[in-house]
């Protein structure tokens, strides 16, 4: 889907603003009947907190510019599948539907069982994944050059 | 253990500040080296925020008070089994050890595998279980007559 790619491109600023701050390069953005109403980056480094995953700011800002708690008319657009924490907490959210770059092998929800996530979500993935991948890959590599 | 008790005590005060606020009554504390460095309870309604479970309240406020993004020093005392999103949460912290009252054999997290937790983790439940869990039952009761 074109609106998919478009909204990807949003979370991918997101991703490299993350990335000029020295942050893991995740971005999120989330909308509603297609408008955005919430944008989040990594930001545990700068906030020393292991929770202020992009999608988890993203989360809060949404539910605060709608005022309730669930956000089944939402979608999430996030660059790297969400980890176990972020999967859960959209799950309380009831998020409408997932939309995710890059595949997590090693940190991603869908490794564990039974499904983290709420059973009316729905998940699309693969959207923009090689560009999604490589901001991350070039990141830990630089990392570790330094 | 005696401390264990003394600690659940502290966590369930947060619960029953949570009843008072109309909020599910969960509570917790993380302590240091035996002394209290953070506490939160259940504040999803007045923050209108999904996340806002008293795991995550404490676990950020835990990193804020030490200044750093790890609580392998630090104990967790929670009046309920955590939720996935909060058993990540306290993951990606690395605490060192979680102790809680109840189980919640509906949405706790040892019902995931692989384990949600860090495997340095250690874990000690039912302390003060009956307690723990009679806050919240008679919550939802009082709910569901009102």
Same mark, same amino acid.
């Given at each position: ?8 491109? *949003? ?11 020295? $942050? ?30 992009? *999608? ?21 657009? !996030?660059?790297? $599948? ?16 997932? !939309? ?30 090689? $560009? ?15």
């Amino acid at each position: 889907m074109e609106m998919d790619e478009q909204m990807m491109r *949003e979370a991918l600023k997101e991703a490299h603003t993350a990335k000029q701050e020295g $942050e893991v390069p995740i971005g999120a953005v989330i909308a509603c009947k297609g408008r955005i109403i919430a944008k989040g980056h990594n930001m545990t480094e700068r906030l020393c907190d292991p929770t202020a995953h992009a *999608e988890m700011i993203a989360l809060t800002a949404a539910t605060e510019a709608l005022g309730g708690k669930y956000l089944q008319d939402c979608t999430i657009y !996030v660059t790297v $599948e969400p980890c176990p924490m972020c999967a859960a907490a959209l799950a309380w959210a009831q998020i409408g539907t997932i !939309v995710y770059g890059a595949d997590d092998p090693k940190r991603g929800y869908t490794q564990f069982t039974p499904s983290l996530l709420h059973p009316k979500t729905e998940v699309r993935k693969g959207v923009n994944a090689e $560009e999604c991948s490589r901001i991350v890959t070039e990141f830990f590599a630089s990392k570790r050059k330094a």
